[in-house]
Structures are given as structure tokens and as C-alpha cells.
């Protein structure tokens, strides 16, 4: 009896330090620090993991234009594509923000262009009403279409 209530506890143990390597995981790659993101990958914390607000990891560091996070999510796996409750993805964050640079990786690393959030919005037009010139261009040029000419087309 008395084996059987240690290998309970042996698991148990293992089971919080799962969810707290991935909640370290969560706040480092929000925070953008990169040596903690690695270490917590390295010990086996999932590169898709989410917030309890559903947002994925790799989200969570494009907010913040966490490009080397970013890097080091995908990685480990993490879904390029992943989104969060309101259908926005890591392109559609930081193209949203203008970071020019992560949109390129992300463009890069074959993210979808063309991918709309729950409210219809793309990539394409966040960057484009928040006037990120370099964004729009990056965009255009990997195939995403603007909303109107994509209608325009369809006629």
C-alpha cells in the first residue's frame, strides 16, 4: 500500500511540473525570453501550448514581436497557423503591430496570407488599416489578397 501511495505521488508530482513548465513556457515567450522558452521546449513543454485564455504560445510571443521566440517555437512544432478564441493568428498579430521582420519569417515558414480571424479581418487588412506600408508589401508579394480585389475577382 504504502508503494502504491508513493508512485501516486510520484505521478502527481510530475503531472504540476508539466503544467508549470508550461506555464513558464506561456510567460517566457510573452515576455521574449529566449533562453527560458528553450529550456522549458528542451524539457519537453508543448510548443502548442495555451494560455487559459486560449491563446497559443507562439501568439503570445508575436504579440510582442518576439522574433528568435518565434523561431524557436516552430521549431520545436508549434502551428504556424495555431489561433486563439477570436480566430487571430501569430501573422495576423504581427502584421497588425507592423513588425515587418516577423511577418517575413512567418511568411517564410509558409503561414497562411490569406487566413481571416473570426471578424473576417486578414493579415493583409490589419496591417493595411493600421497603415504598415512594409507589412502590406510583404504580404502582397506571398499571394494574400486584398478583401476588395479578392471580390472583385470573384465577380
Partial sequence: MRLISLLVLWLSA??????????QLLAAAAAG?????????AQGADANAKNPA??????LA????????????????????????????????AA???????????????????????AGASALARASRAGHDGVVEVLKAAGAVDEAEGDAGKK
Fill in 62 to 93: 508575436a504579440f510582442n514581436g518576439n522574433t528568435r521566440t518565434v523561431k524557436a517555437l516552430l521549431a520545436a512544432g508549434a502551428d504556424i497557423n495555431a489561433a486563439d478564441a477570436a480566430g487571430d493568428t501569430a501573422l495576423i498579430v
Fill in 54 to 59: 486560449g491563446r497559443p504560445a507562439l501568439l
Fill in 96 to 118: 497588425s503591430f507592423g513588425y515587418t521582420d516577423l511577418v517575413s519569417l512567418l511568411v517564410s515558414m509558409g503561414a497562411d496570407v490569406n487566413i481571416k480571424n473570426a
Fill in 33 to 41: 525570453r529566449i533562453e527560458q522558452v528553450r529550456s522549458r521546449l
Fill in 14 to 23: 510530475g503531472m504540476c511540473w508539466a503544467a508549470s513548465a508550461e506555464e
